[in-house]
């Protein structure tokens, strides 16, 4: 069965400094990967995926995630985060015919 | 990315009543999904809707509990029957993307407080 642990449930970092969220996996075969940004009062958004190929991914909003299959990890990172980017993200492994969500961190923004 | 629509955005319910959600999405597609978000939780799927057959739920979801419909290729319902207290949550619809292979994109959720 496929799962996703997110070890932080919630984190604060100052604006403009850098930000690593970590997401760890268990997967049968080669894993799809995404990470999705829910911000308040709004729906899912996808920050970008993991199919194959470059273990290093862009994606939208300067995000980027590193896949690591001796870790089963894809963690999400940003050099430098805005207020902007204050949500609740979520990793999910899995692809058209299912996905499973980690239980997502909360990211706070203070100035 | 296919644009996708939700109504009621939020709604209060009494226990007891039911309560259908929409979803709309404007370009056809064969699969559509339905999740569930309890506070302060993650999304668990609740069902998966093809047009033409049967809703195929997940373990912990049944029929009578949330009868799906799928008249067509771009809209789907999901209805929440005999609420309690502990239904509230977002529901939330989404589409597989039919550009980026394997990924599904969400529509804004429905909040849904039972009280």
């Known amino acids: 069965a496929q799962s996703v642990t997110q070890p932080d449930i919630h984190i604060t970092v100052s604006e403009g400094a850098s930000l690593e969220l970590r997401c760890n996996y268990s997967?049968?075969?080669?894993?799809?990967l995404f990470w999705y940004v829910q911000s308040p009062g709004q729906g899912l958004q996808l920050l970008l995926k993991y199919f194959s190929g470059d273990t290093l991914v862009q994606g939208i909003k300067g995000f980027e995630a590193e896949f690591k299959r001796s870790q089963s990890s894809f963690n999400l990172r940003k050099p430098s985060v805005h207020w902007s980017d204050a949500a609740e993200y979520f990793c999910a492994v899995g692809g058209n015919e299912k996905l499973t969500f980690g239980t997502g961190t909360r990211l706070t923004i203070i100035p | 990315s296919a644009v996708i629509s939700q109504k009621p955005s939020r709604d209060i319910c009494q226990r007891g009543t039911s309560l259908t959600i929409q979803c709309q999405v404007d370009s056809q597609v064969t699969m559509m999904f339905w999740y569930r978000q309890q506070p302060g939780q993650s999304l668990t799927l609740i069902a998966t809707a093809n047009q033409g057959s049967e809703a195929t739920y997940e373990s912990g979801f049944v029929i009578d509990k949330f009868p799906i419909s799928r008249p067509n290729l771009t809209f789907s319902t999901l209805t929440v029957s005999n609420m309690s207290p502990e239904d509230s949550s977002i529901y939330l619809c989404?589409?597989?993307?039919?550009?980026?292979?394997?990924?599904?994109?969400f529509g804004p959720g429905t909040r849904l407080t039972v009280l």
């Open positions: 997967y049968g075969a080669t894993p799809y």
């Open positions: 989404s589409v597989p993307s039919k550009l980026i292979t394997d990924t599904q994109y």
